[in-house]
């Protein structure tokens, strides 16, 4: 069964750093690009972070350029997402979402169960 | 940045048709792609490349894109169709995935 698990998530203050891991099975990892989508409570859904199927190429929104690192560990067929100078507006849940196909025009086929970030002090 | 604009709310009774629409510029030459997203719960693609649908999807649903409006249709709407729709492209000029808005849909 395809699946992505994410983990990681907690309360983290303002300021504080936070990393998020998605752990993928069920597919060929290596072979897909992967991105961090998130959502507000409330609010609709954000990309945040995307990657090639190699991890040579990283994609950031505007929002988290310059805070947040994506990257992946193809050996152990997981995702994560370094979060750091952590803001209240960051306060999500976080998902991960595989890309369908190598495309990045393609859609987000699978979707982990997401994972809780609260930037609280 | 590109938007992607929807309207918030649509309410449709049992057995009507919904019609959930998705306005961003020239996004008739962009590959969209719809989810539907329940309480509590991860996104669903209901509709693929504008108008594809994955295995399992009933054919109630259907998309269409053209100009500057991609439109998500709900035919004979049932009460498990309330959620909340967003669609989704890849904007190449920037790098970056973009979301709509998102629609809620009612079923009275």
């Known amino acids: 069964e395809v699946q992505l698990l994410e983990s990681g998530g907690g309360l983290v203050q303002p300021g504080g750093s936070l990393r998020l891991s998605c752990a993928a099975s069920g597919f060929i990892f290596s072979t897909y690009p992967m991105s961090w989508v998130r959502q507000a409570p409330g609010k609709g859904l954000e990309w945040v972070s995307g990657i090639s199927g190699s991890g040579d190429n990283t994609y950031y929104a505007d929002s988290v350029k310059g805070r947040f690192s994506i990257s992946r560990d193809n050996s152990k067929n997981t995702l994560y997402l370094q979060m750091n100078s952590l803001r209240a507006e960051d306060t999500a849940v976080y998902f991960c979402a595989k890309v369908r196909g190598s495309s990045r025009v393609n859609p987000f086929d699978i979707w982990g169960q997401g994972t809780m970030v609260t930037v609280s002090s | 940045s590109y938007v992607l604009t929807q309207s918030p709310s649509v309410s449709v009774a049992p057995g009507q048709t919904a019609t959930i629409t998705c306005g961003g510029n020239k996004i008739g030459s962009k590959s969209v792609h719809w989810y539907q997203q329940k309480p509590g719960q991860a996104p669903v693609p209901v509709v693929y490349?504008?108008?594809d649908r994955p295995s399992g999807i009933p054919e109630r649903f259907s998309g269409s894109n053209s100009g500057n409006t991609a439109t998500l249709t709900i035919s004979r709407v049932e009460a498990g169709d309330e959620a909340d729709y967003y669609c989704?492209?890849?904007?190449?000029?920037?790098?970056?995935?973009?979301f709509g808005t998102g629609t809620k849909v009612t079923v009275l």
């Open positions: 490349d504008d108008s």
């Open positions: 989704q492209l890849w904007e190449s000029s920037s790098d970056h995935y973009v």
